[in-house]
């Protein structure tokens, strides 16, 4: 706070730039005017290396399958404020001939009806964070619980079903222990649950524990409350066992060919952070058997904010296409390149996505308009820094002979089908906020 005006002198004014002795430095100097006169650029400064997509002989994917969710928080008025997260996935698949048919920038409602006809399943359940009390146990408790039961809940228990698929790697001849894990009740590292097991005991303090409790939400809540950072990983891995159940009902079909002209779409990049990423190396191992016994998966993320997506914006513009009629264009992104231009620490000591990310990332540019940031499986990872190349990618080719169909005229850099998820997923669709108010309120909180 400056000092105010006295009887004698006259008061200090709050400090404009100017008056700091930082501005002496060269460097915060070079910053400020910078900052106040951005020199125009004229070309990509980061040296982005785009490949012009001219693949004839791949055959765009005939089915597709998009999954998207969303979560709300609601607090109760009054003193103290309860807290509800309610959460929602949505999980939809189109023939891509019929997509071809709509009009992607006014869709007709009987048509988008048609497409979407029987075609849509969606999972929701409910979370308390704060102040809401249980009859059964703690906070901490309810929402262990709640995971267990809503993640089986759906659907006769085909996405839990997934669930042991991939921890178990039932898919394989020699299915494994899952992950270890931190007991929920003392800690104690549980050395994996036996295979196909939906429970077991702690060796430490003996008492029960879930499957789904390897997942590890509980290292996120507290005993008495628990933060956003639940319903939201609730949200990514839900989305992530809808998008798998597909993945496992066709992977033992007796059509062995549909798994394979499929494009699964999920909305955000492919990457489950600190204790979520115990998943990761399962999923990496099924997508590299599948490439390797001639079964290539097709799957990709699209990230629509984030570090990515600010650096793409900024050098989109200085690619082709500049024209309506130039060709696709699109840029795999090393880990060199994402460390050094994209987050621009070079020094990293541990490789870029090791641990969190099950695809790499690309930029794609569509049109003079539209371009995104897309993230593709490659199965086994390799920390090379000039990793991944194109042919690294699985189903690379087809993925970009695929998409240019799905490209929604609605929203700017938008993929259709994931228009189409989200509008099952999202807010829109729950109760009014009103009334989710009143649910949080129930007078005993019961
Ligand atoms: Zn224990």
């Known amino acids: ?46 040296n982005t290396l785009w490949t012009e ?35 929602k996935t949505a999980l939809l698949t189109m023939d891509r001939a019929k997509i071809d048919t709509i009009d992607k920038e006014h869709p007709h409602p009987l048509h988008l009806q048609d497409v979407m006809t029987g075609s849509a399943i969606f999972h929701a359940t409910v979370f308390p964070l704060r102040n809401i009390r249980t009859s059964l146990g703690s906070n901490y408790e309810a929402i262990r619980n709640i995971i267990k039961d809503s993640v089986k809940v759906d659907e006769n228990g085909i996405f839990y079903e997934t669930l042991k698929w991939i921890v178990y790697q039932k898919w394989s001849s020699v299915p494994t222990n899952s992950p270890s894990f931190g007991c929920p009740h003392c800690m104690a590292d549980i050395q994996g649950l036996p295979v196909d097991a939906d429970r077991g005991h702690c060796g430490e303090c003996h008492k029960e524990v879930f499957l789904t409790d390897m997942i590890g939400f509980h290292l996120d809540m507290d005993e008495d409350s628990a933060p956003e950072s639940v319903p939201s990983a609730y949200m990514l891995i839900m989305e992530l066992l809808m998008l798998f159940t597909v993945i496992r009902l066709l992977w033992h079909h007796t059509d062995k060919s549909q798994l394979s002209d499929t494009l699964f779409i999920k909305d955000g990049p492919l990457t489950l952070r600190s204790q979520y990423s115990k998943l990761v190396p399962s999923l990496r191992d099924f997508l590299e058997h599948a490439k390797n016994v001639g079964r290539p998966i097709h799957i990709i993320g699209q990230e629509k904010s984030g570090v990515f997506f600010d650096h793409l914006s900024t050098i989109a513009r200085f690619t082709s296409p500049k024209e309506r009629n130039d060709k696709l264009h699109y840029a795999v992104l090393s880990h060199d390149y994402v460390r050094k231009e994209v987050y621009r620490m070079p020094d990293l000591s541990h490789p870029y996505g090791k641990r969190t990310n099950w695809g790499e990332k690309m930029y794609v540019k569509f049109d003079p308009h539209t371009y995104m940031v897309l993230n593709i499986p490659t199965g086994a990872y390799n920390e090379e820094n000039s990793f991944p190349s194109s042919e690294d990618l699985i189903g690379l080719e087809r993925i970009l002979t695929t998409l240019p169909s799905l490209i929604s005229h609605k929203h700017e850099g938008a993929l259709f089908p994931i228009e189409l998820a989200n509008g099952i997923a999202s807010m829109s669709s729950y109760p009014s906020s009103k009334i989710l108010q009143k649910f949080s309120q129930f007078p005993d909180g019961k």
Do not use: C
């Open 1 to 46: 706070m400056p000092y105010s005006q006295g009887t004698r002198l006259p008061g200090e004014s709050a400090s404009k730039l100017g008056h700091l002795s930082v501005i002496e430095s060269e460097w915060v100097n070079s910053l400020i005017n910078d900052f106040e006169y951005p020199k125009a650029q004229i070309a990509d400064p980061s």
């Open 53 to 87: 997509f001219n693949s004839l002989s791949a055959e765009p994917l005939r089915n597709v399958w998009a999954v998207d969710g969303s979560f709300v928080s609601v607090s109760s008025d009054g003193f103290p404020s309860r807290e509800l997260s309610f959460v």
